[in-house]
């Protein structure tokens, strides 16, 4: 039993750190995707070199996001069929065809065009190079798309029946594709992203723009497109930050629909509660429902769950009684880590509202455009690079720190994005598929806790080096800032430009 369990763990540690890890670039690289091509679109339409050094400045650090990802998550696949060959041979017909649309459309459409994005800007007409990145930034929302389909499937089966071989079989890839749990964890999972993208703009830029001004920055371009950058960086963040707050709300409803214990886990609710309350902030042993402190707020879990203040929501011993009878002893026990899904679901809510908030207050701050005058620039000190406040006593010690909360804010969502999938994913233990398979049947049994250890070891370490080697990379280019390169000035659709040659060979054609 102990060697069981031990099988288990191990197993879940290894995935858990791979996924928590590859996840930190994938929100990043669908965000930048559209940014980048939008920031694009903008220097094709006005030919402003602002918009063209934007473009390059972020475009090269979502390549540097893309290849990260695509790096850390080929482990995932071997995992499928290392750790949890079990799980794989029972719902493979299943989960394994949209992880296959996902590699036959998905990828190889965005590993396609932007190939053609890098090595095209001097080779391509300007409309059609942009088209690629467009491409590019579908790619990615559909690789998005079918993943969480499958992922979905395990929190909401659907479209399926148990064969005669004892195996599950897809009946219907729509209603996979197209179930409410997959719509709205797509939803939530974007509108996250768009706010992951919208920090991290928020705060490279916040960054660029005040070295710059210490420096005495003088090209215009430069600083235009910085400024250009925190503005849309604001502006994506409030959007999207909301749109993850009323995603997140219609994820709940549908989540205690389908989980009614996660829900109640994540409020360590022990007994059926109406109306149910939302605890802000608790001290003491949430693990058993003994909390020293708390600050709560009447009626908000009710709302949550099922959108009426004054509805009930059942409790973990109520579930985990309802839960026994149904499924029997398939498990131990039915509830999951509670402290984890106390805590996990509020650092998500947390550090993705703050992100929010401050984004809401640069919009405000930045409304009438206070830059300074190119001549205070050589004195940062004197004359902020915004000016917070008339009171010019305290505006420079405002201004510093909305500077430094500024670039602290591009990591909140990243934090709150890997809360997230630990609150999804440990909250729907003892299931590796909701009602079907639990995770202890789901592991390889031929794999041992030494093999698993030791791979987890590799990993771990791996990764570890890859994290250096992501934020040596993104810190160089971060502040080395937008590149001095002028845009092309035409639309060569020759190698090397335009000629009157009309034997010179065609770009294409190499």
């Not at 102990?2 to 590859?22: C, D, I, K, P």
């Not at 971060?478 to 060569?492: H, L, N, Q, V, Y």
Request: glycine share 8%.
């Amino acid at each position: 039993m102990e060697l069981a369990l031990a099988h288990e763990t191990m197993a879940r540690w290894q995935f858990g750190v791979t996924t928590v890890y590859h996840f930190l670039f994938v929100p990043l690289t669908i965000s930048l995707s559209v940014l980048t091509a939008g920031l694009q679109t903008a220097w094709v339409r006005t030919g402003k070199a602002s918009y063209f050094k934007a473009t390059k400045f972020w475009g090269k650090l979502f390549l540097i996001n893309i290849a990260m990802g695509v790096v850390t998550g080929i482990v995932q696949e071997f995992q499928f069929g290392m750790n949890w060959s079990a799980y794989s041979r029972f719902v493979g017909d299943i989960f394994g065809a949209p992880l296959a649309m996902e590699a036959l459309i998905a990828f190889f459409f965005e590993s396609t065009f932007i190939g053609l994005w890098i090595f095209g800007w001097e080779r391509l007409p300007r409309k059609i190079h942009l088209a690629c990145i467009w491409m590019v930034s579908l790619g990615t929302v559909l690789s998005a798309y079918f993943i969480l389909a499958a992922n979905s499937w395990m929190q909401h089966p659907v479209g399926y029946r148990i064969g005669a071989n004892g195996r599950a079989q897809l009946t219907d890839i729509g209603r996979v594709l197209f179930q409410n749990t997959t719509l709205v964890v797509v939803f939530h999972t974007l509108t996250a992203a768009f706010l992951t993208g919208g920090a991290f703009m928020v705060g490279i830029a916040a960054y660029q723009l005040r070295r710059q001004a210490r420096l005495g920055e003088t090209s215009s371009d430069k600083i235009a497109s910085m400024r250009t950058s925190l503005r849309l960086g604001l502006v994506v963040t409030v959007v999207f930050g909301l749109g993850t707050a009323i995603s997140g709300d219609s994820l709940g409803k549908v989540m205690f629909e389908q989980q009614p214990m996660k829900m109640a886990a994540a409020e360590a609710l022990w007994d059926t509660a109406q109306p149910a309350p939302f605890s802000v902030f608790a001290y003491g042993n949430v693990s058993e429902g003994r909390n020293t402190i708390e600050i709560s707020i009447p009626g908000l879990l009710s709302f949550l769950a099922t959108g009426n203040f004054h509805d009930a929501v059942p409790g973990i011993n109520n579930v985990q009684a309802q839960e026994k009878a149904k499924y029997g002893d398939l498990a131990p026990t039915y509830e999951p880590n509670i402290p984890t899904a106390f805590w996990g679901f509020r650092w998500m809510i947390g550090f993705g509202m703050t992100s929010f908030a401050v984004a809401l207050a640069g919009l405000w701050l930045t409304r009438k455009r206070l830059w300074l005058a190119p001549e205070h620039r050589r004195a940062p000190d004197q004359m902020p690079l915004l000016m917070l406040t008339r009171n010019r006593e305290l505006g420079p010690f405002l201004s510093t720190w909305a500077w430094r909360i500024a670039v602290l804010t591009l990591g909140f969502p990243l934090i709150a994005n890997s809360w997230g999938w630990i609150f999804t994913e440990t909250g729907r233990q003892p299931w590796s598929v909701y009602g079907l398979m639990t995770t202890a049947d789901a592991v390889s049994p031929t794999v041992s806790v030494g093999e698993q250890l030791t791979s987890l070891i590799v990993f771990t370490l791996l990764y570890a080096v890859l994290a250096v080697v992501e934020v040596k990379l993104l810190v160089t280019y971060a502040k080395a800032g937008p590149t001095d390169e002028e845009p092309p000035s035409t639309d060569p659709t020759l190698r090397g430009g335009p000629s009157d040659d009309a034997d010179k060979p065609l770009a294409f054609a190499y």
